[in-house]
């Protein structure tokens, strides 16, 4: 076999594997507490996804024009970074952004903000988070403009559970508070996915891909070791299948050919390390090509653009 020897406690399947590598970083948390009429907006973060879980109450949920209606128990994933708004109802007024009203700062990373309409009260709890490694993050680009897990749902049973740590653990401040409620943080947000994933809210692409049981291994393999030089021949003995019927098998699945994919991976791996400033010619050696020039051949084709004219992100 290709890959590597894995460790006995190591994910068994490919899903798993893509799971278990989401963590999160730069967590922060607000404790929302509203009265009637109320709205804040939440400005767009690049990179980044919030969370929304509303303890008391109800409130509205607009993302990219469509509303959502949230009760008390239910949590709202808004995973692309897009800026969104909370209101108490339609129409209620918008108080700000969110990051620029005045609120209680508990801690470097938790706050507690408050909007008086003199109405009804909501309470919700708030996060925004930002996934570490990009292969995962991947993942997050196949969700839609926003995942809801209602409170009701077989899946949501854990979220009071969750919160109630979160919870304990920004009130009392104890060494290791931070890293300990950025790991809960994974969690709400993996548990998210895996009920939408559960839900059958998938099409085709390389997540139906990786969800097969033959094909996934491929895939999972890629993802792994994206600078093995990968053949068909090699990514079929992974599937443990024909040469002639993975190609096919993989193509009806992914919507795109093996070797295709496997190429777009490295261009998205590249594009992510690049905004962090990587270098060129350390990429193109780590993803495989035997030159640069190969590299940023390869780069442009993919993406249109040559690699030196992605910049680092700032901060």
Do not use: N
């Amino acid at each position: 076999m290709v890959s590597s020897p894995v460790a006995p406690w190591s994910p068994a399947d490919p899903l798993g594997e893509v799971l278990g590598g989401l963590r999160m970083r730069g967590t922060f948390y607000c404790r929302a507490e509203g009265s009637a009429p109320w709205g804040v907006e939440m400005p767009a973060l690049a990179g980044c996804m919030s969370f929304h879980v509303v303890v008391e109450g109800g409130c509205l949920l607009e993302v990219d024009g469509d509303l959502h209606a949230l009760g008390a128990g239910d949590l709202a994933l808004v995973p692309h970074g897009r800026g969104h708004v909370l209101r108490s109802e339609a129409g209620a007024p918008v108080a700000g952004r969110a990051d620029l009203l005045p609120q209680e700062y508990l801690g470097e990373h938790y706050s507690v903000l408050r909007v008086d309409g003199g109405g009804a009260p909501s309470r919700l709890v708030c996060g925004v988070v930002e996934p570490e490694r990009p292969g995962p993050a991947h993942l997050l680009d196949l969700l839609p403009p926003a995942l809801l897990v209602r409170a009701g749902d077989r899946a949501g049973g854990w979220l009071g559970v969750l919160l109630g740590m979160i919870a304990d653990e920004v009130r009392q401040d104890r060494p290791g508070a931070e890293s300990v409620v950025t790991r809960l943080a994974d969690v709400v947000v993996i548990q998210a996915i895996r009920g939408w994933l559960e839900a059958g809210s998938t099409g085709p692409g390389w997540l139906r891909a990786l969800r097969d049981p033959q094909v996934g291994g491929a895939v999972a393999a890629v993802h792994r070791s994206p600078g093995t030089p990968w053949t068909l021949d090699l990514l079929a003995r992974e599937a443990r299948m024909s040469r002639s019927a993975f190609a096919a098998r993989f193509t009806e699945l992914a919507g795109e050919p093996a070797l295709r994919y496997v190429t777009r991976w490295r261009m998205h791996l590249a594009t992510v390390e690049l905004a962090r400033g990587a270098r060129v010619g350390e990429l193109a050696r780590r993803l495989g090509y035997e030159s640069e020039a190969a590299f940023s051949r390869a780069y442009k084709r993919v993406t249109g653009v040559p690699p030196v004219t992605v910049r680092p992100r700032p901060g």
